[in-house]
């Protein structure tokens, strides 16, 4: 059975009771604003009487508790309330200072393309095989010269063309320069090359008129005027190993009674 002690109480009184809260809320809060909590106190209270009356108290205990119950009352007694439960709701005021201990973690992708440069390899590979290979070369152009080597007679018929014969290649100015059959050799090929000749002559007894022509593969590419040296000039493309030669004509009508001489000094041929 459960054991109880009954005490009947009259009388009036004012009851005194402190209160120690212990309240635990868990809750969401901004920096500032209002918690409202609901919370369940633990109270021990002490009970203030008069001097008449009766009090009536009641203890409920578990199984195989004891209870051990010891009161006294005179003209002036007072009665202590243990484990007494009581509810409330309220408002509760406070200030609330957040605290965040959490790390942020962040993360990201990124791609870099870049082009490493190796240095130069040397690779060796052997071929094995048969057969020709032809390859067609084409030699560089360099400038090619030659001088009139001795006097030659003009011509003897007024207006006609005379080939200037004799000549030697200039080496010195013109290295590499060749003559063939009277004929000034291109050396390689370019496609505009300036060929230029000049002929120093003299008039026979009577006066002369010389004028001088080019001839490219024994086409004509320039003729020049009457002058003393006589001259002319062309700017042609030339190919490697063609032929460029010099003739003269006399215009002047004493031609078959007094030929011009072709002198030798000042008398040249050059492909620039």
């Keep these: 059975m459960m054991p109880f002690i009954r005490a009947d109480a009259t009388g009036g009184g004012a ?22 909590a609901q919370y369940t106190p633990i109270q021990s209270g002490v009970v203030d009487f008069e001097s008449g009356g009766s009090a009536h108290a009641q ?11 010891s009161a006294g009352f005179g003209s002036d ?26 790390v942020s973690a962040f993360h990201g992708t990124a791609t870099a393309t870049g082009v490493q440069t190796f ?45 200037v014969i004799n000549w ?6 013109y290295p590499g320069s060749a003559v063939d059959t009277n004929a000034l050799v291109a050396q390689g090929a370019k496609a505009s090359a300036t060929v230029a000749a000049s002929v120093a ?31 002319a000039n062309a700017t042609v493309a030339v190919a490697a190993g063609d032929r460029f030669t010099v003739e003269v004509s006399d215009g ?18 050059r492909i620039t």
């Design 59 to 69: 203890v409920a205990v578990g199984l195989s508790a004891k209870v051990l119950v």
């Design 119 to 163: 240095p130069p390899v040397a690779v060796s590979a052997p071929l094995t095989g048969g057969g020709s290979l032809a390859a067609t070369a084409v030699p560089g152009f360099m400038p090619s010269g030659m001088n009139k080597s001795g006097n030659q007679p003009g011509p003897n018929t007024q207006n006609s063309w005379v080939q």
């Design 252 to 269: 002047s009508g004493w031609a078959p009674y007094s030929q011009a001489t072709i002198n030798a000094v000042n008398t040249y041929l």
């Design 168 to 173: 030697t290649a200039d080496t010195t100015n």
């Design 77 to 102: 007694g007072r009665a202590a309330a243990i484990n007494a439960i009581a509810r409330g709701a309220g408002e509760l005021s406070a200030t609330v200072v957040p605290h965040s201990g959490a």
């Design 201 to 231: 002559w003299t008039s026979g007894n009577y006066p002369s008129s010389i004028a001088v022509r080019l001839k490219q593969n024994s086409a004509v590419i320039a003729t020049g005027t009457t002058a003393n040296p006589a001259v």
């Design 15 to 36: 009851l005194l009771a402190s209160a120690i809260a212990s309240v635990s809320a868990q809750g969401i809060s901004s920096a500032s604003g209002q918690l409202v």
